[in-house]
């Protein structure tokens, strides 16, 4: 990826057979981890710092298919979020970035486990939960140890939802306490305070996703928020729109910029670490638009690449 103007140079592929979707990458971003949703397995890789290039150093299977993997803090755990499995797993990382095959543990939730990532201290996680499918329409609250990669369940240990919302993904500010959810059957974002002592969370704002008047079938996705923290962005598979918000530096609330269109079905995006350009993919066209950031946070698309069919994430690392 040119960091000057966004362009993007394909450089090859690397067979993942099983449908490949869930990526995560250790802090050292050394090693990349794959999860295949369709042969029930997540393959490791060690990333070649010059090229990008990737090698695989490992393969275990797991029980059920994970929708979402991120990476404790310390890079020595990877999480896992199980939709129909109705769990959370926790894996550690062994010798050479290859996985143990043994989870250090299986935290059986509900049905709609949807994103799994722990707080900026490592000591507490959050796992929402859409309402979809008997889903649990909850935020579900964790304390985390980083040593065993034990969860036990905070208390209270779920933040539930007024109404079919559907907490989807999350994101967190980079400087504030603050966490911001997007929400898939509310088709809004919702803004959350952290406690850092007691790891609980508490609602402060929830903002219509949509453009006004939008009323046939759309569904958000993911979320994404700027390094400095100054803009977040959240797509709409449906509507086929990026939402675009500013945040308030001192209170962390939003206030609605816009909409761009997206590729269609816009299910996964990122944004690259100097905050200048999002990549965002189409399921169902197999495309990645890229969009650059103005200085008013409103996007520009640029380009538009063909990736293959159902393209299921997409993520942007520092160059080494």
């Known amino acids: 990826m040119d960091e000057e103007t966004g362009a993007l140079i394909h450089q090859g592929d690397i067979s993942a057979p099983g449908r490949p979707a869930p990526i995560a990458v250790d802090p050292q971003q050394k090693f990349m981890y794959v999860a295949r949703r369709d042969d029930l397995r997540i393959n490791s890789y060690r990333i070649n710092s010059s090229d990008g290039d990737l090698t695989e150093t490992g393969s275990i299977s797991i029980p059920t298919d994970p929708c979402h993997m991120a990476m404790d803090r310390t890079g020595k755990f990877l999480l896992s979020a199980h939709y129909m499995g109705a769990r959370a797993m926790v894996h550690r990382v062994g010798y050479g970035g290859a996985l143990e095959t043994e989870p250090a543990e299986d935290f059986h939730t509900s049905i709609g486990s ?9 000591n507490f996680a959050f796992i929402p939960h859409i309402d979809n499918r008997g889903g649990a329409n909850a935020i579900f609250q964790f304390k985390f140890d980083e040593v065993t990669g034990k969860l036990e369940s905070n208390s209270p240990a779920r933040v539930p939802q007024d109404k ?10 980079p400087s ?3 966490l911001y959810f997007s929400n898939e059957q509310g088709s809004s974002v919702s803004a959350y305070s952290f406690d850092r002592r007691s790891g609980l969370l508490s609602h402060k704002q929830t903002v219509n996703n949509l453009p006004l008047g939008w009323t046939t079938f759309s569904k958000c996705s993911q979320i994404r928020i700027i390094p400095n923290g100054r803009y977040l962005y959240a797509p709409n598979r449906g509507n086929d729109t990026i939402a675009e918000y500013e945040v308030d530096p001192a209170s962390g609330l939003l206030t609605p910029l816009g909409h761009t269109p997206s590729q269609e079905f816009p299910r996964v995006f990122d944004i690259d670490p100097k905050g200048k350009f999002i990549l965002s993919a189409g399921l169902y066209d197999g495309k990645v638009g890229v969009f ?23 993520m942007i690392l520092n160059s080494q």
């Open 114 to 122: 949807h994103c799994f990532q722990t707080d900026p201290t490592n």
């Open 292 to 314: 650059r950031i103005a200085k008013n946070g409103r996007l520009k698309k640029i380009e538009v690449y063909d990736v293959g069919e159902e393209p299921m994430w997409v």
């Open 164 to 173: 079919s919302v559907g907490p989807r993904h999350f994101c967190f500010h």
């Open 176 to 178: 504030l306490d603050i």
